[in-house]
């Protein structure tokens, strides 16, 4: 129909095992007039490996401001355009965003093709991201900033932190972590999903120790603080349940947010708080 606009489509892409692509972002790979790429040698590969065709146009760091308007241009004739990245879900510390707030800027549809994201695989294999995480995308490089950055994040305290990180400051950045944060328990994630992939759970301190030359992009998640260990502490069960239900009721805050005021308030984890709610709501009370 004279007139239609196209679709940008955000697409997930391996980020090592080839194998790891929907059959949906395939589809698309396919029908899309080209695809905007951060490197569009990888992508020709991960193109070639599964026969498809489509063209391909670089769109990185450095030319994302002046493609963008051609890109939008291709798009409001009608042709549907792909974006991807090197490895994993485009815009995530990635390029792709100016073009994606162009796009809705433009009423142009913007449709993400989920799949393969390092943070997620990093979480999964953690086991310690159940409760909620926060993704910090890569530290500051200059070690002073870096510092102040990481005093920042610590009041985060109550979910793990993921963040990315390159080889040659890998062992920086750990050092930090552990001078400001503490000896945390982290999960590091190296090549994943690559034939020398490596997931080491463990303390700060105990993987500082057995790294050697760091090679490959890394992925860290860190866990929340240790239970400071002391006298237990007794919770006024029914005053902490109604004083959730007035701050209910008033409308102000989220959930998450009067959870974290009340664990703050009577000196125990969000966690206690939670189950303390849930017990009363089993009960009746």
């Not at 062992?171 to 999903?193: H, M, P, S």
Request: charged residues 25%.
């Amino acid at each position: 129909m004279p007139g239609t606009l196209g679709t940008l489509f955000v697409v997930a892409t391996p980020i090592g095992n080839l194998e790891d692509v929907t059959l949906r972002a395939l589809r698309v790979l396919r029908e899309v007039a080209v695809v905007a790429a951060e490197d569009t040698r990888r992508t020709s590969r991960l193109l070639q490996h599964y026969s498809i065709s489509t063209p391909t146009i670089s769109l990185h760091e450095h030319n994302e401001h002046s493609r963008t308007k051609a890109l939008l241009d291709r798009l409001a004739r009608g042709e549907s355009v792909a974006v991807v990245s090197d490895a994993g879900t485009p815009v995530i510390s990635d390029p792709g965003a100016q073009l994606v707030a162009a796009a809705h800027a433009a009423g142009i549809r913007v449709e993400p093709v989920p799949g393969p994201s390092a943070v997620l695989a990093a979480v999964s294999g953690s086991g310690f991201g159940g409760d909620g995480f926060v993704f910090l995308g890569f530290p500051p490089p200059r070690a002073h900033t870096r510092r102040l950055w990481l005093s920042s994040v610590k009041q985060l305290d109550d979910r793990a932190l993921v963040l990315y990180e390159a080889p040659h400051r890998i062992r920086d950045t750990l050092e930090d972590i552990r001078e400001i944060l503490g000896d945390r328990v982290i999960a590091v994630g190296r090549e994943l999903t690559k034939t020398h992939e490596e997931l080491v759970v463990g303390p700060i301190s105990g993987y500082l120790e057995q790294l050697q030359e760091p090679r490959g992009e890394y992925t860290v998640v860190i866990s929340c603080p240790a239970p400071v260990d002391g006298p237990a502490v007794e919770v006024p069960k029914g005053e902490l349940v109604a004083e959730f239900g007035q701050l209910t009721e008033q409308g102000d805050l989220s959930r998450r947010a009067i959870v974290k005021q009340l664990a703050v308030k009577y000196g125990v984890s969000p966690r206690e708080v939670y189950a303390t709610i849930e017990d009363a709501k089993s009960s009746g009370v």
